[in-house]
């Protein structure tokens, strides 16, 4: 028997639903809002009926029978950490995507609104891997300030994705890998798996690894500390010059890595040094992450937008392809991951877990 579900993944100004009949795409649309609907709301959870009507309007002009699907699934939000998995949306989840458990996020919405329409019409709602989850060895998460433990945010739904999506294809259980997961995104996340659990990765969100097209990474820390307490800037400039407007973005003007590769074509040297820079830090947290798997690699996995670039993925070959094999699984299908973690579930391949 087949499963239907529906997907929902709620984005800061749009809402992309998928229909999905096991793992064959139905149906897909990226709903869009404008700033100016969305000033009508005080917070993101404000939203919710909001963006529910759009997604039930959707629904009735297909003429699309709600009744029909068997499971609803959201993106994960900013939650306590915890273990990589599908997720039941129990009511002790919910109350945590309500208030912002560790912070308002437009994920927080994928739980709420997937609980609101699977209860509906009797069905089970679920999250997958959203971006909190939590494997790290106890000895990853020491800084060096006990104030400030290292802490696991990255892009754990895709990681976690491409590693069960290789071990599928080499007939291997991807809980008897060692593999080294790459994320290139507007975010940058380098993950070492080992036995079906990320136990240490870089912050993909504020002050860790690799700069991004969007990210500053792990900046100097003195440094740091003088610029904020300089007196130029505010807390929130000080932020957006880690999360959002640094990375490329503060050095080119651009998040578009295409539009650096062009710019560096052409001659611009400042901006080939800066693509040079960027492969080269990456490269470095794929080193070390190799020493936390002690040299036993079985691969190196890149995928994300940035991973469509050959130019890129020969660079990072040149530096650490001596580590391990690559192999490479370009952009994210955020839809479908998080369907495949509803499938796991529901077709007895893995356990559902309670928050």
């Not at 002009?61 to 900013?78: H, I, M, Y």
């Not at 998995?85 to 996020?105: C, K, P, W």
């Not at 998460?141 to 754990?156: K, M, N, T, W």
């Not at 650490?320 to 991951?337: K, R």
Request: proline share 4%.
């Amino acid at each position: 028997m087949s499963i239907k579900s529906l997907i929902i993944n709620p984005g800061s100004t749009s809402t992309k639903i998928g229909v999905f009949e096991d793992e064959t795409l139905l149906f897909e649309k990226t709903l869009r809002h404008s700033a100016e609907e969305l000033s009508a709301y005080a917070s993101i959870v404000d939203q919710k009926d909001f963006r529910k009507d759009i997604i039930i309007s959707l629904f009735k002009e297909k003429k699309f029978d709600l009744k029909s699907l068997n499971v609803v699934v959201g993106r994960g939000g900013l939650l306590k950490p915890i273990p990589g998995g599908t997720y039941s949306v129990t009511d002790e989840l919910l109350q945590d995507l309500l208030i912002g458990r560790q912070g308002q996020h437009a994920s927080n919405l994928g739980g709420i609104l997937a609980r609101e329409i699977a209860d509906s019409i009797g069905a089970p709602a679920y999250i997958v891997d959203p971006i909190v989850v939590d494997e790290m060895n106890p000895i990853a998460r020491y800084s060096g300030v006990p104030e400030l433990p290292r802490v696991s945010i990255f892009h754990a739904l895709n990681q976690k994705a491409v590693a069960k999506r290789y071990g599928k294809e080499i007939g291997r259980p991807y809980e008897e890998l060692r593999l080294i997961v790459v994320h290139l995104g507007g975010g940058v996340s380098v993950g070492a798996h080992i036995k079906g659990k990320v136990v240490d990765v870089f912050n993909a969100l504020d002050g860790d690894g690799a700069f991004s097209p969007e990210r500053g990474g792990g900046v100097p820390s003195g440094a740091l500390i003088k610029m904020c307490f300089s007196g130029k800037y505010s807390e929130k400039e000080v932020y957006g010059k880690i999360v959002g407007k640094g990375g490329f973005n503060a050095y080119l003007g651009t998040n578009d890595f295409r539009t650096v590769k062009k710019m560096a074509e052409e001659g611009d040297s400042y901006a080939g040094e800066i693509k040079e820079a960027f492969l080269y830090q990456v490269a470095k947290d794929i080193g070390s992450m190799a020493c936390v798997l002690e040299g036993k690699v079985d691969r190196i996995i890149i995928t994300g937008g940035i991973a469509h670039n050959s130019e890129v993925i020969d660079g990072l070959k040149q530096m650490t392809g001596w580590i391990a094999p690559f192999t490479v699984y370009p952009g994210e299908d955020e839809l479908l991951a998080l369907v495949q973690g509803a499938l796991r579930v529901l077709k007895g391949e893995e356990e559902v877990k309670q928050y």
